[in-house]
């Protein structure tokens, strides 16, 4: 078991929203707030892929997204909860995958298990 915990996936429509959560379980706040943390997400028979990325407060919580999100998804933190967000918007069936959390670049032993995300068309 990593120490990221995922939330908030589920099985929504195309054209809806959903917000995914991920919160450090086993990291303090000061630590947290210097961390570039990711989401990634892993489609059934892909591999696992980046998704978003926000650097930490040092660099002023800069935002970053793929391609195939930009537009329609927003990531976001609260240092305080150690915890960051997925803003997901027009969620779209490719979208579908378990979504994960991690630093970037990400480190192996802490990956945690996923939330599911399907969209229907």
């Known amino acids: 078991q990593g120490q990221f915990v995922e939330s908030g996936g589920g099985l929504v429509q195309a054209g809806e929203s959903l917000r995914l959560a991920c919160t450090a379980s086993?990291?303090?706040?000061?630590?947290?707030?210097?961390?570039?943390m990711a989401w990634y997400r892993r489609a059934p028979g892909q591999q696992r892929d980046l998704v978003a990325r926000i650097t930490g407060a040092h660099s002023g919580h800069s935002a970053g997204y793929s391609d195939s999100v930009k537009d329609r998804f927003a990531i976001s933190r609260d240092n305080d909860k150690t915890t960051i967000y997925l803003e997901m918007n027009n969620l779209k069936p490719e979208d579908t995958a378990v979504y994960y959390c991690n630093q970037y670049p990400p480190v192996r032993h802490l990956w945690g298990q996923g939330t599911q995300v399907t969209v229907s068309s």
């Open positions: 086993r990291t303090s706040p000061i630590v947290f707030r210097a961390n570039t």
